[in-house]
């Protein structure tokens, strides 16, 4: 095994030690997520705790750790005799993001359980990670079919695994650990719920603190096992620290004052349900441990709340994470104790590591947004062709400021028609690993969904040339089935918006970012990725390449501008550009295409709804879905938008369309690929 970096080195991040060295203390707490930039120690950090946690004592020979003092009646490997124990170092298990859900569980042997009757069962990371740490890097872009089984796992504290009548059942209680970048695409509700805490990191922007950040990872890479040695007396230190905050804790009194603090806390940040109040409590119980402490102050009550409630009170992924701690103060004075103590606790959180935000793993770099966009070529538009370039940098003529977006609301469901095998989500139809039952295949490699019946149908006409003398079934291998199933799929959905003149009146220019930011709620809802092009005066511009990430998009829509031309082909053809290199990049996601406009066609050639027309048909002939969401508005209306969705091949809604609560066939008519009545009346 390779020497880890100690704990005790990491450089500053105190938020970020501190709620792993509580959950270290309690693990009661619940686990932390850590959100940060790339490239700031966050994984360092916590493969170094798990060198920081008391030994495990373990039933000898027991596959699934059971504690020999309460052993799990139902371990598979049981029922459990009373007899010597044995002491194991606490685990971090890590969980790939591309794990099967076998790996994750566990597997049986049906082919063993169906011919011998025997239940082989091969425990997975679940059962490795009881009573110790599972470890999640990028949490955020787990695919939803193990984001059930953890979030089955850790309200229950078991694992089960069923098989056609066969099942299995184990303890599994884990310290949740989780890290993620925030660009890359938030966390589904349920799960974010699950940890207990939360920190944000960044590497620090002091000099001194990146210098020293850069030394010792240096000196780690050059000899880690001399390094770790240097550091080992803090380590031990640290870890004696931990040992008696654990033995401190069921000692801690949690005042009727306290306990008022955290309700009323959590009732003025408005978070839902009661797991937040229980996680500040074990947190604030912790903190006075941790201090060497019995009693819970204020103090403890206000820092528990800076690490479990901001997570929980996002109610979508718009809204800016964190706690407004002017609230926070005034919550806890107006609900402070009159006995309170003045005394605070250590503030820091260990005895290792510099003041400052920088990350001990590696040389911290600076963030990165999204990919820009490349500056424009300056040539001037030709009379003859369009000019899909980026548009240059600072405001054009006839630009105007951006607005504000409408709030949004929910919206139709749109598909993409067929049947696709992209990556798990929720909104088109694909098949999938989960979901229900459609049909029946000879496996290809391992067998993992066994269709019984069919498995049946296929041995039943040779039982009298296999010698069967006596009732049951003899299967072979060839015999075996495995079962197709039909779920739910994540799209691409690249949104080309128009910021056009005819688009810029303040009051529909809102209502139209109210409903594209409304779609992309939607996306982040259903597992999508997104894009988002604009497309105003002579230019198009890719204003958020494709990502998971659908705050970004909104950030992008708020800051958007409008004025000019219309440039209908321009936005069109970049849009196909962008589809294009991502079919290279992801085969298997199908991508939507959603055209926010009214139809115009001022700008990009010479005859500009003629090219607008033909740069339409390329994404038809492609065979892309497509929505034009028609914005056009006022007593008279033109129509053009249904003629743009016609040369796309695809539906036309208006934005009053759009909401979920108006004219229920359009789900019909966009997923069968129809033009359906809107586009109808529309033309």
């Not at 872009?141 to 184990?170: F, K």
């Not at 959603?594 to 001022?602: I, L």
Request: hydrophobic share 40%.
């Amino acid at each position: 095994m390779s020497t880890r970096y100690p704990f005790t080195a990491v450089v500053g991040m105190d938020d970020l030690r501190l709620a792993l060295l509580l959950n270290a203390v309690s693990p009661a707490v619940g686990g932390v997520l850590v959100r940060g930039e790339k490239g700031t120690a966050k994984s360092t950090a916590v493969r170094a705790l798990a060198d920081l946690l008391p030994a495990v004592p373990v039933v000898a020979g027991c596959r699934f750790s059971c504690d020999p003092g309460a052993p799990d009646p139902a371990c598979p490997d049981g029922p459990h005799e009373a007899g010597p124990a044995a002491d194991r170092p606490a685990r971090m298990v890590e969980l790939p993001v591309g794990a099967s859900e076998d790996r994750l569980v566990g597997a049986l042997d049906i082919e063993r359980a169906l011919a011998e009757g025997v239940k082989a069962f091969e425990p997975g990371l679940l059962a490795d990670a009881h009573r110790g740490i599972l470890y999640v890097d990028e949490v955020n872009l787990l695919h939803d079919h193990l984001i059930d089984l953890l979030l089955d796992a850790a309200a229950m504290g078991s694992s089960y695994v069923e098989r056609e009548g066969v099942s299995v059942r184990h303890a599994a209680r884990f310290l949740l650990v989780g890290t993620m970048n925030p660009e890359e695409g938030e966390l589904r509700p349920q799960l974010l719920d699950r940890f207990g805490l939360t920190v944000e990191v960044a590497a620090s922007r002091e000099p001194e603190q990146r210098v020293e950040v850069v030394r010792r990872r240096l000196a780690y890479d050059d000899d880690p096992v001399g390094f770790a040695a240097r550091w080992a007396g803090e380590e031990t230190a640290l870890r004696d620290r931990i040992t008696a905050a654990r033995a401190l804790v069921p000692r801690v009194v949690l005042g009727d004052a306290a306990l008022l603090q955290i309700a009323a806390t959590c009732a003025a940040f408005e978070v839902d349900g009661m797991r937040a109040d229980i996680v500040m409590a074990r947190t604030a119980t912790a903190l006075a441990a941790w201090a060497g402490r019995t009693d819970v102050t204020s103090e403890d009550v206000r820092r528990a709340a800076l690490l479990a409630l901001p997570h929980r009170r996002r109610r979508n992924p718009f809204d800016a994470p964190g706690l407004d701690e002017d609230k926070l103060d005034e919550t806890l004075e107006r609900f402070q104790g009159e006995d309170e103590g003045d005394d605070d606790p250590d503030p820091g959180p260990g005895d290792g590591g510099d003041g400052g935000g920088g990350g001990g793993g590696g040389v911290p770099p600076q963030g990165e947004g999204p990919e820009p966009a490349p500056e424009s070529t300056g040539a001037e538009e030709t009379p003859s062709e369009p000019s899909p370039t980026q548009a240059p940098g600072g405001p054009g003529a006839g630009e105007r400021a951006a607005v504000r977006a409408a709030e949004p609301f929910r919206t139709k469901t749109l598909s993409v028609p067929g049947l696709g095998e992209g990556a798990a989500g929720r909104r088109s139809r694909a098949r999938t690993e989960h979901g229900r039952t459609t049909g029946a295949v000879r496996p290809r490699g391992a067998l993992t969904r066994l269709h019984l019946s069919a498995t049946v149908r296929a041995a039943a006409p040779h039982q009298a040339t296999r010698g069967r003398t006596g009732p049951g079934l003899v299967v072979r291998r060839d015999d075996l089935r495995q079962a197709t199933r039909e779920g739910r799929e994540g799209n691409l959905v690249l949104f080309a918006v128009d910021a056009s003149g005819s688009m810029a009146a303040r009051q529909r220019m809102s209502a139209v970012k109210g409903a594209v930011l409304s779609l992309l709620l939607d996306a982040y809802q259903r597992r999508d990725k997104v894009g988002l092009i604009t497309f105003r005066g002579r230019y198009a511009e890719v204003a958020l390449p494709p990502t998971s990430s659908v705050d970004a998009a909104a950030a992008r829509l708020e800051q958007l501008p409008t004025g000019g031309r219309t440039p209908l082909s321009a936005g069109l053809l970049k849009a196909h550009d962008v589809l294009r290199v991502e079919r290279l990049r992801d085969p298997s996601r199908r991508p939507l295409l959603v055209v926010v406009t009214d139809g115009r066609a001022t700008g990009g050639g010479k005859d500009p709804v003629a090219l607008a027309a033909r740069a339409a048909r390329l994404h038809a002939a492609e065979g892309t879905a497509a929505v034009v969401v028609d914005c056009e508005t006022g007593p008279v209306r033109l129509g053009l938008a249904g003629n743009l969705a016609r040369d796309l091949g695809g539906t036309v809604v208006t934005l009053d369309e759009l909401r979920a609560d108006s004219i229920a066939g359009l789900v019909r008519d966009v997923q069968a690929g129809q033009f359906g009545q809107a586009t109808r009346r529309a033309a």
